[in-house]
């Protein structure tokens, strides 16, 4: 029912993938910005504090809006999460909120803090949570166990 580790990390590693080409559309959308800030004559360090600043906000905010739009879509799943067949819900097995995925976004960045000591503890717990899963209060599970949770009981 509760997708296991190495499934998580298999769609870790794919949404991975789609972020790089993500980022190399970006990198060419910067490499503009930079040419018109260059061409007013900025100072460097500012010039460097701009585009950095630029790119900052821009790469947080499409992975925050990759994942949070994805995971709280009725796939339930970013591409890479289909990919393997697993699906996010929150306690109840249900489709979760755009806010809850907010949350659970962010919450992984906690993890990537701890040096993904947040992540490795989803192979150690009964419901494979990491912990964005326990602070966002979400599970994720096997496709079909998904489904078949959100189906009310037959009476």
């Known amino acids: 029912?509760?997708?296991?580790?190495?499934?998580?990390?298999?769609?870790?590693?794919?949404?991975?993938?789609?972020?790089?080409?993500i980022i190399f559309v970006f990198l060419f959308f910067m490499a503009g910005v930079d040419l018109l800030v260059r061409s007013i004559g900025m100072d460097e360090s500012v010039r460097q504090f701009v585009i950095g600043s630029i790119s900052f906000v821009v790469y947080l905010s499409s992975n925050w809006l990759y994942y949070a739009v994805m995971e709280s879509s009725?796939?339930?799943?970013?591409?890479?999460?289909?990919?393997?067949?697993?699906?996010?819900?929150?306690?109840?097995?249900?489709?979760?909120?755009?806010?809850?995925?907010?949350?659970?976004?962010?919450?992984?960045?906690?993890?990537?803090?701890?040096?993904?000591?947040?992540?490795?503890?989803a192979g150690f717990t009964e419901k494979k949570q990491a912990l964005h899963d326990f602070l966002a209060g979400t599970y994720v599970l096997k496709k079909e166990a998904g489904q078949a949770a959100d189906r009310p009981a037959a009476s």
């Open 1 to 21: 029912m509760y997708a296991g580790f190495w499934q998580r990390a298999g769609a870790y590693l794919l949404d991975g993938i789609v972020g790089n080409l």
């Open 74 to 121: 009725g796939t339930q799943a970013t591409l890479g999460k289909m990919a393997v067949g697993i699906v996010v819900t929150d306690q109840e097995y249900k489709r979760i909120s755009f806010g809850r995925a907010t949350v659970r976004y962010f919450a992984s960045l906690l993890s990537i803090l701890i040096f993904f000591i947040g992540f490795i503890i």
